[in-house]
């Protein structure tokens, strides 16, 4: 009788046991326009449920999630769970894998929690992330861990609007290297920056080998911030206290360096798996990783900075832990911009290739922006070689099919592309569920880009064996060979793309795609869907510029996309004399690095002509400079130090050769461009910068003479 109570009140105890651990957990989110002042400026961005950023959401392993988004925004949304382990409709990539939530709809996502850790979660929709659609997104072990915790959720702010950011970075517009060179002397590299610190011939080369000013991130960010705050505090923590920092870099463009005052840094878990634990002096944190670090506060009644500063250490965001006297982190100083160009310079090829010099670099462990940190190679810095699993993570035995990516991209054009081809422009990847999927990867573009994988884990190949260590994201640097691996154990579509924002709406992606996958019930047009998936890397970019000076109007416009470029240019004078002349291009950018332009074009023109004979052009054909309304078929190529030349033939066989350079940056805000063709014109002009949109400019043509005036960019 006593057996059976007892077995009795076993089974009961186990139901009720069982019962708590089935929890669905709901949280419901409000998404709503709203201003913010974070860095001096009022700037429209996005908050959830009144927050910025977004709510800390927590659950507990095997609990299910129920989130239901409320969207008030005039404009559609989406949601995306980084990391987790989810059916495929509920991954919240729009028109791929979940239904778009459109303006004034709610939505409700809904999934079992199969992993604990540090994920987060971020809109997929254009650039919203950039504005504040980030937050944590904790899964906490079913038996509590008893160390102290802390969500470290860093981010970039900017005040310029997303779209603007995104439109200048594809028309190579350099204001925001001139806003760094305000905080660090030589951001912009600019010749006179050369001479100063006898780097002349290093600047030379550069432009020899086609390349625009060399830096680490292509963005100036006003401010860095730790969970929304540029400074925040944790003054729980006491003397010999273990904390453990979950940190997500939920930036949209910027690699983080974190290190402390405290002393040694833990790391436990990375992409919210564990690791053995590995001790280290600082570490780096790429865009959209997730690191979890045990630090331990060594003395009472002080303070003591976790700091994160940006990879181009133009800035930085602290947490102070304890409380009391402050203790600062060591700063890193300023980057020794020319030594990482003299870098890339022997690195670079002339047909821009990347030299692999004949080492094979790969996992972080050589880095190759040491040359432009002062503080050198003392510091014990984490590497994805340190990294290894706890538990054997071997693949299931089966077939693997191995897949070989190289990155590549056009740093002028910001053209972003996985084997020169966007994700647009390629096919989907077809894989079959149960295999295994191998991914060798080389870095063939002059940044580091860090690829993400939706719904998967992979292995890290980095010489531990069995014990490779999982992630979802791998950071690869400049000229890196990595391998990594996943066993297919989905359906459906799944996302695989650089996670800096604005190299994935340029197209810096694949989509796997499972084979047999049943029917997505959020998308019922699939076909129709995808186009609005492809829609990111194929918009045209915009610009304007003319300068208003006192010989006339002269000015350029220009829509552009990945491979097409519509270009007018246009000189008008005041007067009958100078008249007017505008020449129009349409042509595709040919070949990866996108130096060979073949363009169809207009030549408008009329000028009074002032001598009595008839001119010749260099070919001994008559000139008709002064006076021609002509269709062409031209040819534009970038030479050696960024000169564009320009063959062309018209349609009454006039040939036409010109030379142009623009841009040349002779000092931080001074730019010279020259001209000259075979009808004997030509151009020099100076500008001098003052802000992102304006411009004191002056120049002498040989058809309008000299002139001074403003130009005006947009
Ligand atoms: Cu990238």
């Known amino acids: 009788m006593k057996n059976i109570l007892f077995t009795v009140w076993l089974i009961a105890g186990a139901f009720l046991l069982n019962a708590s651990a089935q929890v669905t957990k709901r949280y419901d989110l409000y998404v709503r326009d709203t201003v913010l002042n974070i860095a001096n400026k009022k700037v429209k961005a996005y908050a959830v449920n009144g927050q910025f950023p977004m709510p800390e959401l927590h659950f507990t392993e095997g609990d299910t999630a129920l989130i239901v988004v409320h969207n008030e925004l005039n404009t559609e949304t989406s949601l995306h769970w980084h990391g987790l382990l989810l059916p495929n409709e509920q991954d919240g990539v729009p028109y791929l894998t979940t239904a778009p939530i459109k303006a004034k709809s709610t939505h409700v996502y809904k999934f079992p929690l199969l992993q604990n850790g540090t994920y987060w979660y971020h809109s997929h929709t254009a650039l919203q992330e950039q504005h504040g659609m980030y937050g944590a997104f904790i899964i906490h072990k079913r038996n509590i861990n008893p160390v102290k915790e802390q969500t470290v959720l860093l981010s970039d702010w900017t005040n310029m609007d997303a779209m603007q950011v995104h439109r200048r970075l594809h028309n190579a517009n350099d204001w925001s290297a001139i806003k760094k060179a305000a905080i660090q002397k030589g951001a912009v590299q600019s010749y006179a920056d050369a001479i100063r610190v006898n780097k002349f011939n290093v600047k030379l080369e550069n432009e020899w080998k086609r390349m625009l000013a060399m830096d680490v991130s292509d963005v100036y960010y006003d401010k860095f911030l730790i969970n929304g705050l540029n400074s925040t505090e944790n003054k729980t923590i006491r003397a010999g206290d273990t904390i453990r920092l979950r940190v997500i870099n939920g930036s949209a463009s910027t690699y983080f360096w974190l290190n402390t005052a405290a002393g040694k840094i833990r790391v436990v878990a990375s992409d919210g798996m564990e690791v053995e634990p590995v001790e280290v002096d600082r570490l780096i944190i790429a865009v959209s990783e997730t690191y979890d670090l045990e630090i331990i506060v060594p003395e009472s009644n002080k303070s003591f900075e976790f700091r994160a500063t940006s990879e181009d250490r133009i800035g930085y965001t602290s947490l102070w832990l304890g409380e009391g006297t402050k203790i600062y982190a060591e700063p890193l100083q300023a980057l020794n911009y020319f030594e990482g160009m003299k870098m890339m310079n022997d690195m670079m090829l002339m047909n821009g290739d990347m030299n692999d010099m004949g080492m094979q670099m790969s996992l972080q462990q050589m880095d190759m922006n040491m040359v432009m940190y002062p503080e050198g190679a003392s510091k014990k810095t984490l590497n994805y070689a340190m990294l290894k699993s706890p538990s054997k993570t071997t693949l299931p035995a089966a077939s693997t099919r191995t897949l070989q990516f190289e990155l590549t991209g056009n740093m002028n054009r910001y053209v972003w592309s996985i084997n020169n081809k966007t994700v647009s422009e390629s096919d989907k990847i077809l894989i079959k569920k149960g295999e295994n999927i191998r991914i060798i990867i080389y870095n063939n573009s002059m940044m580091r880009h860090p690829m993400h994988l939706h719904g998967h884990f992979f292995r890290v190949i980095n010489g531990q064996g069995d014990y490779a260590p999982l992630k979802n994201v791998l950071d690869i640097m400049p000229m890196e060979t990595d391998t990594i691996e996943f066993s297919a154990s989905e359906s459906g579509d799944w996302y695989f793309h650089c996670h800096i924002l604005y190299h ?102 009329s000028r009074s002509h002032t001598s009595t ?63 000259y063709n075979s009808d004997f014109e030509y151009m020099a002009g100076l500008k001098y910068v003052l802000n992102q949109s304006f411009a004191i400019s002056s120049h002498y043509d040989s058809d309008m003479g000299f002139g001074i005036g403003f130009s005006f960019l947009y």
Not at 524 to 539: G, I, S
Not at 569 to 580: F, N, Q, S, V
Not at 656 to 670: G, N
């Open 613 to 675: 004979e008839s001119e010749k052009n260099l070919f001994s054909l008559n000139s008709t400079k002064d006076q021609r309304n002509v269709l062409c078929l031209g040819l534009q190529y970038t030479l050696p130090m960024l000169v564009n030349a320009d063959l062309r033939i018209d349609q009454t066989g006039n040939i036409r050769l010109q030379f142009m350079r623009e841009d040349i940056p002779l000092s931080k805000r001074l730019r010279l461009s020259a001209m």
């Open 504 to 605: 994935m709406m340029s197209g810096m992606g694949r989509i796997f795609t499972y084979e047999n996958s049943p029917a997505n019930p959020q998308l019922p047009d699939k076909e129709k869907a995808l186009k609005q998936v492809y829609k990111d890397d194929k918009e045209n970019h915009f610009m304007f510029e003319n300068d208003f000076a006192s010989n006339g109007l002269d000015g350029e416009a220009m829509l552009q996309n990945t491979r097409w470029r519509f270009q007018s240019e246009w000189r008008i004078g005041y007067t009958a004399k100078h008249g007017y002349e505008v020449e129009t291009h349409f042509g595709r950018y040919i070949g990866r690095m996108q130096w060979l332009y073949p363009y169809i074009g207009l030549d408008n023109r």
